[in-house]
């Protein structure tokens, strides 16, 4: 899938996978046949156990609104949201800044 900032009309993923399993969720960007960007469902928060690299992270209403955002979350941390939001994209680390997306950013998904 394409993730496109509407509101800066700019691209932040043109490889964006959908996780479909529990297993692709619980692992997420772990396993090494994964993309470098997720979209997928959850409440309450995240973690990057595992990881080795930061990532920057989207939380998205159900009308595709960026209603929060952390730049660079580090390997080893947590981040937290609202629960009544459970869009969560996981993108790789300065694609926040690089497409200027802010809080209240509109997105819209494409199928390639």
């Not at 080795?52 to 209603?67: A, F, N, P, T, W």
């Not at 969560?88 to 209240?104: D, F, H, M, R, Y």
Request: hydrophobic share 40%.
């Amino acid at each position: 899938m394409i993730l496109k900032n509407i509101t800066k009309n700019t691209i932040l993923a043109r490889d964006l996978k959908e996780t479909k399993s529990i297993s692709d969720q619980l692992l997420g960007l772990l396993k090494k046949s994964n993309p470098k960007s997720l979209l997928f469902k959850t409440r309450f928060g995240i973690h990057t156990f595992g990881l080795k690299k930061s990532i920057d992270v989207v939380i998205l209403d159900q009308g595709l609104k960026v209603v929060k955002l952390k730049r660079s979350l580090k390997p080893n941390s947590f981040f937290f949201w609202n629960p009544k939001y459970k869009l969560v994209i996981e993108l790789p680390a300065g694609t926040i800044n690089k497409t200027k997306t802010t809080q209240g950013c509109y997105f819209t998904l494409n199928l390639v």
